[in-house]
């Protein structure tokens, strides 16, 4: 098995994957826009340093220099909990000065667009911007503009990568391996940015993965990712090793796309009757915020297969380690 040395804190978890090329020791790009910018060997080495990162969580004292004399900028369009909160914490935790810009207070609501609110924080001289926008590419708009890396926190229905980072660094915790498995993604497929980050980054480390939804949430083409498409809960979840639930988000459809809430529960929900067909030792997986009773029953929710708050800790892991490793890795410390 290969293992990555770049880790901050010493050894490294064992990989499941096996590349072709030496492990990397470094991210390619300067920024984190998606996982499609990411090669497996990447991946891996994101992974393997949040496993390092995962320690700092068990100290007494849970904080290290790494990032001391670097800001970061959180700057959240959409409203979120996890997401902000876990970069927040993973900031703090790397002793970076954070500053958390309130859109809802800012001059965007005078009219000033993202560009030149970027622009202005700049002036400021951050190291980093993490961001969140409503609009596909929002991202990507100011890799090309601004000097500070940007880190992508989810852009419209486009990409959320560092979810799909900490939905790979939990299911590898429980199953030790990303490659054979099979990965049921069941729910609003085709307003989800999760759904875009999981499949990119599964099929690239040898997942195989199902979708499962009506057949108005399902996106045109996704097949040609290397998925296999169902409309039928049960063909999804059996013999499953993961079964992943996405949101209905209500707030992005514009029309019916199912007669109700009710009927979609019935249909698409997931029950402790659809669990039953997964593998017995199946994690049940969500990104939040859940709707109970509409895409997943609270006795899922809350039973003995769910890692849904685990997912969560996870995630501060995995941000640290993707801060640290723009930052330059161990190439910054040993700078420093």
């Known amino acids: 098995m290969t293992k990555s040395s770049s880790s901050p804190m010493g050894?490294?978890?064992?990989?499941?994957?096996?590349?072709?090329?030496?492990?990397?020791?470094?991210?390619?790009?300067?920024?984190?826009?998606?996982?499609?910018?990411?090669?497996?060997?990447?991946?891996?080495?994101?992974?393997?340093?949040?496993e390092a990162m995962q320690e700092i969580a068990h100290r007494p004292i849970k904080k290290v220099p790494t990032l001391r004399g670097r800001t970061v900028v959180n700057l959240f369009f959409e409203p979120s909990t996890r997401t902000r909160t876990s970069f927040e914490v993973?900031?703090?935790?790397?002793?970076?000065?954070?500053?958390?810009?309130?859109?809802?207070?800012?001059?965007?609501?005078?009219?000033?667009?993202?560009?030149?609110?970027?622009?202005?924080?700049?002036?400021?001289?951050?190291?980093?911007?993490?961001?969140?926008?409503?609009?596909?590419?929002?991202?990507?708009?100011?890799?090309?503009?601004?000097?500070?890396?940007?880190?992508?926190?989810?852009?419209?229905?486009?990409?959320?990568?560092?979810?799909?980072?900490?939905?790979?660094?939990?299911?590898?915790?429980?199953?030790?391996?990303?490659?054979?498995?099979?990965?049921?993604?069941?729910?609003?497929?085709?307003?989800?940015?999760?759904?875009?980050?999981?499949?990119?980054?599964?099929?690239?480390?040898?997942?195989?993965?199902?979708?499962?939804?009506?057949?108005?949430?399902?996106?045109?083409?996704?097949?040609?990712?290397?998925?296999?498409?169902?409309?039928?809960?049960?063909?999804?979840?059996?013999?499953?090793d993961v079964i992943m639930m996405l949101r209905i988000q209500l707030e992005r459809m514009q029309g019916a796309f199912f007669p109700s809430l009710r009927e979609y529960f019935n249909v698409f929900g997931m029950t402790e009757d659809r669990v039953s067909l997964a593998r017995p030792d199946v994690i049940i997986m969500h990104p939040g915020p859940m709707n109970r009773g509409v895409e997943i029953a609270s006795e899922v929710a809350d039973g003995p297969y769910s890692v849904i708050l685990e997912q969560v800790a996870n995630g501060v892991a995995v941000r640290m380690a993707v801060l640290y490793l723009l930052a330059g890795g161990a190439e910054h410390e040993t700078a420093a």
């Open 90 to 240: 993973a900031e703090k935790r790397l002793s970076a000065d954070t500053l958390n810009v309130a859109i809802a207070t800012s001059s965007v609501v005078k009219g000033e667009t993202l560009v030149d609110t970027a622009l202005n924080l700049e002036a400021m001289s951050p190291d980093m911007i993490v961001l969140r926008h409503a609009s596909s590419g929002a991202c990507h708009l100011l890799a090309r503009v601004c000097r500070s890396k940007i880190i992508n926190a989810g852009d419209g229905m486009h990409e959320h990568p560092t979810q799909a980072l900490l939905d790979a660094f939990t299911i590898r915790r429980h199953k030790g391996r990303l490659s054979g498995i099979k990965v049921a993604i069941l729910g609003d497929l085709l307003h989800s940015r999760v759904l875009r980050s999981n499949v990119l980054l599964l099929t690239k480390l040898g997942a195989e993965v199902w979708l499962c939804g009506p057949p108005t949430l399902v996106p045109t083409g996704i097949e040609r990712l290397g998925v296999k498409v169902t409309h039928v809960v049960d063909d999804a979840v059996r013999d499953a």
């Open 11 to 50: 050894s490294n978890a064992a990989l499941d994957a096996r590349p072709a090329e030496p492990p990397a020791t470094r991210l390619k790009h300067r920024h984190l826009l998606g996982i499609a910018d990411l090669t497996p060997e990447e991946i891996v080495l994101i992974l393997d340093t949040a």
